[in-house]
């Protein structure tokens, strides 16, 4: 009777325990379900009369009729860089990440996701960038031969450019700091919790193993965010095609700024783009 009397409410409080942490994790669960996008994603909204400078603007409608914002850089004609950035920011922090490219005689395109500077709309599922920035490319596409197109995709920008190249036939592909998709990079920070509830896979490691274009990875030995090995697993998918430039002592941020992006940039411009 003693040993029962002690059993029981030790048993009722591991019990309430056990569904007060239940309880926890379904509710943080649906937070991280319900709130993805703000995990994700850190947008600085323009207001549509807000000017970057002396820039041409252009505007890109979507199939669903959501008007994305572009800057088109004219700088030769001899073919197009379409830069996609990371998850922070806006077309003015492109501006500054891509002011090395400004003298190899390729024009430059700088587009804003949804909800991202002066583009309207809201992401709400994968499609919204995938489809939207097919749109971009097609608008492109329009103007340049396809194999005068470059991807430059920075961070979170490297997935839908390995979904464009997998879609499509562009010049070259260069990634800065890529992931191997974005399923990968939860499971490094949250992988408690499980892969169903991201609406964002982005699977760089898919679309760059069905893509044909030549493609450039620069990754930072001390990159914080998105580890080397990342990197280091997309170029064994072909390591002929998909070349890896490490970058010794950089870390995430000081990719895109490191002097090698331009260097890798100029000699795709040079050597690779519309050989085919």
């Known amino acids: 009777m003693i040993n029962q009397g002690v059993y029981h409410p030790m048993k009722k409080w591991l019990k309430r325990i056990v569904i007060s942490l239940a ?29 970057y400078g002396n820039y041409p603007e252009s ?21 197009v860089i379409l830069y996609l950035h990371g998850n922070v920011g806006d077309n003015g922090r492109s501006l500054y990440q891509t002011s090395s490219l400004r003298d190899l005689e390729y024009d430059l395109f700088l587009v804003d996701y949804r909800g991202f500077g002066k583009s309207e709309g809201q992401l709400s599922s994968e499609a919204d960038m995938t489809e939207d920035l097919q749109a971009v490319y097609d608008h492109l ?7 005068k197109i470059i991807l430059a995709g920075y961070s979170l920008g490297s997935g839908p450019a390995s979904y464009l190249a997998a879609n499509n036939k ?37 679309n760059l193993a069905r ?17 080397l090995s990342m990197g280091e697993e997309l170029e064994t998918l072909d390591p002929v095609r998909i070349r890896l430039v490490e970058l010794n002592g950089v870390g995430h941020r000081g990719a895109i700024l490191n002097a090698m992006f331009r260097t890798v940039v100029g000699e795709v411009v040079r050597n690779k783009v519309g050989k085919r």
């Open 23 to 51: 309880a926890l994790y379904l509710v943080l669960a649906a937070v991280i379900y319900v709130k993805q996008e703000d995990l994700i994603f850190h947008p600085r909204p323009r207001a549509e009369s807000y000017s």
């Open 59 to 79: 505007w890109v409608t979507t199939p669903d009729g959501t008007r994305l914002h572009g800057l088109h850089l004219r700088q030769g004609g001899k073919g």
């Open 141 to 147: 596409k329009a103007e340049y031969p396809e194999g």
């Open 170 to 206: 562009p010049g070259a592909v260069v990634l800065v700091a890529p992931y191997t998709s974005l399923t990968d990079m939860k499971n490094l920070f949250f992988w408690i919790f499980p892969d169903f509830l991201l609406k964002y896979n982005l699977d760089n490691r898919k």
């Open 211 to 227: 893509a044909t274009s030549p493609v450039f990875i620069l990754h930072g030995t001390d990159d914080e965010l998105i580890p």
